[in-house]
């Protein structure tokens, strides 16, 4: 009796320390699996920010496959990033360990159906652990295993946003084209028939939607996708944004020119900045326009710089418009902001317009123009948020891809 008990006893005791064991292995293998699947998620966003495709960029996509038993020295693709993430943490493909890789763009995830996310990885970590006492008494050991998602999200998905809410049109367009890079149209107008006024033309949107609050005419017009009426109205993202300190005016008489070459330095301009043919180009800086900006067949340049629009509004007919924003500082990815106390319209009515910075003019209609045909008028490379906007005459394209984060799904 005394020999049976202390067996069952030893037995008792083997069990526990091996179930310890085992616990310790799990949250281990978990906590390598979670590191390896954000290690491939982030590794895809950081290659390919602006969308992930498979096979493009270093983003892997394929079916459950197994980690190699040695690391890639360096990653080349997001498959590499999470086998490495795994191997630093004490897994590989070797011995009692398996390690294997899942990732795709489709939706839904396969182990987390809920969310839909831009690109997806699974990480899922094996052990077959021996037995350590409970090998006395025949008995095998555990096999802890661990599961780990994680996916991109768009963390700001509209790109081009009309901001007003009340029953005049938020976009009018004839003939043109719309398009975005995978991000989403919105329109805050609660117009019941018209909030979107398009003849011709169409608004595509890649993965992303056009979303509108009240209702569409359209004749002849393709919405690709097909859009969404009835939404909610969307507040404006920039609505916290501070206008600048306006100091004393440092354009003396003001500005005009025809025909000539002329480079503007930053400062508080009180006249109206006026000029026919020739061109004029912003050195870096803020540029605060009292009286706003109008020039006819110049050529307008600029790098670094943000125009403040106190009042005014601007008109800028090309030929071409080129101006990117600063890279750094208090107006850091800011081309364009007019005050919220000025509904004078922005016009762009060049041949071709290139703004690589946010455009906010949320009390004014954007208005491009100038293109014909199949030709880009207006191409944006930051977010557009507008009163109303208005295009006639080529097309515009947003290349603004919205803000994503790797977030852990499992």
């Known amino acids: 009796m005394a020999t049976l008990s202390i067996t069952l006893v030893f037995g008792m005791l083997g069990l526990a320390v091996d179930l310890g064991w085992a616990y310790y292995r799990q949250q281990t293998a978990q906590a390598a699996a979670d590191a390896a699947a954000l290690a491939a998620v982030r590794a895809a966003l950081t290659s390919a920010p602006s969308g992930q495709v498979c096979g493009q960029n270093g983003v892997w996509c394929g079916a459950i496959t197994n980690c190699p038993a040695s690391a890639p020295g360096s990653p080349s693709t997001s498959f590499d990033n999470a086998c490495i993430l795994a191997s630093s943490n004490g897994f590989t493909t070797s011995g009692i360990d398996t390690v294997s890789v899942q990732a795709n763009t489709t939706n839904p995830v396969p182990t987390v159906p809920g969310p839909t996310v831009s690109y997806w990885a699974t990480v899922r970590i094996s052990e077959k652990l021996p037995a350590l006492f409970g090998a006395v008494e025949g008995r095998g050991g555990f096999s802890p295993g661990a599961i780990a998602t994680a996916g991109t999200f768009p963390t700001e998905s509209p790109c081009l946003l009309s901001l007003q809410p009340g029953p005049a049109p938020g976009i009018t367009s004839a003939g043109s084209q719309i398009t975005t890079h995978n991000c989403d149209v919105y329109v ?36 690709t996708p097909a859009a ?20 004393a005016c440092t354009d003396g008489s003001g500005v005009s020119f025809a025909g000539t070459t002329v480079t503007l330095n930053p400062g508080v301009y009180c006249h109206v900045i006026s000029g026919a043919g020739g061109s004029l180009t912003f050195n870096p800086g803020l540029y605060v326009l009292e009286a706003g900006l109008s020039v006819a067949g110049t050529t307008v340049s600029g790098a670094g710089v943000t125009l403040y629009i106190q009042g005014g509004g601007i008109s800028m007919a090309g030929p071409t418009v080129t101006l990117s924003p600063p890279a ?17 319209p922005v016009s762009l009515a060049g041949a071709t317009n290139t703004i690589n910075g946010l455009i906010y003019t949320p ?3 954007l208005s491009v123009a100038g293109g014909s045909g199949a030709q880009t008028t207006l191409v944006c490379n930051g977010y557009v948020a507008a009163g109303n906007f208005s295009i006639s005459g080529g097309n515009a394209q947003t290349n603004y891809s919205p803000t994503s984060a790797a977030i852990l799904l499992q």
């Not at 009426?229 to 404006?236: E, F, I």
Request: no cysteine.
């Open 228 to 247: 969404i009426t009835g939404q909610p109205v969307l507040a404006d993202p920039y609505a916290n944004m501070q206008p600048p300190a306006v100091g």
């Open 363 to 365: 009390k004014a209609t």
């Open 188 to 223: 805050d107008s609660n117009s019941a028939t018209s909030a979107i006024t398009m003849a011709g033309g169409g608004i595509n949107t890649g993965t992303g939607a056009t979303r509108v609050v009240g209702g569409i005419t359209s004749a002849g017009t393709t919405f």
């Open 328 to 344: 750094s500082g208090a107006w850091m990815g800011v081309s364009i902001f007019q005050d919220r106390g000025d509904s004078s």
